[in-house]
C-alpha cells in the first residue's frame, strides 16, 4: 500500500526558530550568528526574476532602517553562491543598488523545508516570499506569506519589528497601522473587579476592555 509522505512540521511562533548553518554570499552562517540581535530571514523564489529584483532593492535601500533597530536581514532562495553574487552584481550595474546583506545558497532545500517556505500548491522547487522576524533571543516572533506573484511591503516588515520591540519593551499590544508615537493598547484586565476600576486608571478609555495610553 502507498503511503503519503508527510510533509517537515512548519515552524511556531515564540518558539525557537529552527536551527541552520547554511553558506551565503557573506561566507558560511548560523542562526546562533544573530544571537543577541534581531533577525529578518526572507525567502525569494528565484534569482534574476523581476519581482524579486524589486523586493531586494527595497530591502537594501531600507537596511539602515533595520540596522538602528539592532536587526539584521539575511535573504535566500533555492539558487546558489555564484547565481546569487551574478545577481546582486547585475542589480548594482542596472538599478545602482548595494545588496550590504547575505544570501543563504539552499540548493538542497534543508532551510526552506525547516521554515516551510517550500509550498507544494505554488511549487516544489522554489521557496515562496516567505518573511520570518525571529527575536535576539532565537525565538520565531512572526511569519509573513505572499505569492510568487507578488511582491511584499518592506515598509510593513519595519513596522512589524518596530511594534514588536514595543510591545516587549512596555508590555502593550499595537493597534492596526500601528506607528511609533501613537497611542498603545493596554491589555485588558484579568479580573471583574480590574475591569471595574479600569475607567479611572487614567487611559484613553472607550470600555473596559478596549483602552489606550500615549508612551
Known sequence: METQQSQPAMPQLNCPAPEFTAK???GVK???DYRGKWLVLFAHPADFTPVCTTEFSAFA???DQFRELDTELLGLSIDSVHAHIAWTRSIKENFGVDIPFPIIADLSMEVAHAYGMIQPGASDTAAVRATFVIDPQGVLRAM???PMSNGR???EIVRLVKSLQTSDAHGVATPENWQPGEPVIVPPPATA???EARQDQGYEYVDWYFCKKTL
Open 24 to 26: 551565503t554570499t557573506h
Open 30 to 32: 548560523s542562526l546562533s
Open 61 to 63: 535601500t531600507r537596511a
Open 144 to 146: 509573513v506569506y505572499y
Open 153 to 155: 511591503s518592506v515598509d
Open 193 to 195: 473587579d480590574e475591569a
